[in-house]
T-cell receptor
């Protein structure tokens, strides 16, 4: 099986712009989660989507949003970029096919965003 | 609220020696615990998990972890370290399901421990 695919891998934006990141989960996986990784704050949960619905949300401002499509692919969007949004954005998928699922998350390689 | 602490920013080990990367947690109810490894400019790779059962969990690449409920710890161990084990290691916790839909995709990570294995 192909792993979790994130695009683009690297991108540079300027303050005030917006960015859209894409994530294709492992085939058959219905849940997609997004994380932000920075040297100062570490790994922080952004949100999780399952069956096209946001199920969980972390403590990030409304500038951070996401969505999931019927094929489980997901996108996240950050509007009005700030310097502090520079980070590695990681997407993770899991099967989540039953209540009580305790399986691990499968991470992509990440999208490294630099805001100038 | 759930939390995870990795008290050591960096662990240095000589190749061939045993290694331990420490993790303590705080969670209400029974914890679901995970260890992940991250190599430079890469995503996270799953190593092992503890959900229930034996306190000693065996995982990928010869790693194991010991769950200690009384000390609320979940330390990662390997009997003989390799130079290729050098990487960033993360401990994570997830709250158990509380309703129809659990918090499966939401992990709380520790700050990470940089493991350096020298020849």
């Amino acid at each position: 099986k192909a792993g979790v695919t994130q695009t683009p891998r690297y991108l540079i934006k300027t303050r005030g712009q917006q960015v859209t990141l894409s994530c294709s989960p492992i085939s058959g996986h219905r849940s997609v989660s997004w994380y932000q990784q920075t040297p100062g704050q570490g790994l922080q949960f952004l949100f999780e989507y399952f069956s096209e619905t946001q199920r969980n949300k972390g403590n990030f401002p409304g500038r951070f949003s996401g969505r999931q499509f019927s094929n489980s692919r997901s996108e996240m969007n950050v509007s009005t970029l700030e310097l502090g949004d520079s980070a590695l954005y990681l997407c993770a998928s899991s099967p989540r096919d039953r209540v009580g699922d305790t399986g691990e998350l499968f991470f992509g390689e990440g999208s490294r965003l630099t805001v100038l | 609220a759930q939390s995870v602490a990795q008290p050591e920013d960096q662990v240095n080990v000589a190749e061939g020696n045993p290694l331990t990367v420490k993790c303590t947690y705080s969670v209400s109810g029974n914890p679901y615990l995970f260890w992940y490894v991250q190599y430079p400019n890469r995503g996270l790779q799953f190593l092992l998990k503890y959900i229930t059962g034996d306190n000693l969990v065996k995982g990928s690449y010869g790693f194991e972890a010991e769950f200690n409920k009384s000390q609320t710890s979940f330390h990662l161990k390997k009997p003989s370290a390799l130079v290729s084990d050098s990487a960033l290691y993360f401990c994570a916790v997830r709250a158990p399901p509380t309703g129809l839909y659990n918090q499966g995709g939401k992990l709380i990570f520790g700050q990470g421990t940089e493991l350096s294995v020298k020849p």
